[in-house]
Nanobody, 127 residues
Framework: EVRLVESGGGLVQTGGSLRLSCSAS????????IAWLRQAPGKEREGVVC????????YYPDSVKGRFTASSDNANNTVYLQMNSLKPEDTAHYYC????????????????????WGKGTLVTVSS
């Protein structure tokens, strides 16, 4: 059984930082691209970052570029999302997801086509 478990969400003030973790089990880590996606109230789910543990490729949308950084710990099947300079508009449920692939490109870093999903963790940024 494939499981993706997120942790690290919480309440933080504007300008603060949080680090999310996604622990994967039941899948061959090297065969998948790991994504972080988020969904704010009343909005569609959007990709925040995709990262490949194979070639280290990443994709970040402009909304988080320069503030969010993903990293992969292949030995522990874990992907981290370091979020800095948080803004109230970053408030959302953050989900970890996985899709088969070797290298990241923008087209795959969205909610469609993901094979597995975690249950999510809530990030709230107060103003």
């Amino acid at each position: 059984e494939v499981r993706l478990v997120e942790s690290g969400g919480g309440l933080v003030q504007t300008g603060g930082s949080l680090r999310l973790s996604c622990s994967a089990s039941g899948l061959r880590f090297d065969d998948y691209i790991i994504a972080w996606l988020r969904q704010a109230p009343g909005k569609e789910r959007e990709g925040v970052v995709c990262i490949s543990s194979n070639d280290g490729s990443t994709y970040y949308p402009d909304s988080v570029k320069g503030r969010f950084t993903a990293s992969s710990d292949n030995a522990n099947n874990t992907v981290y999302l370091q979020m800095n300079s948080l803004k109230p508009e970053d408030t959302a449920h953050y989900y970890c997801a996985a899709t088969r692939g070797y290298s990241v490109h923008e087209a795959i870093c969205g909610p469609n086509g993901m094979d597995y999903w975690g249950k999510g963790t809530l990030v709230t940024v107060s103003s």
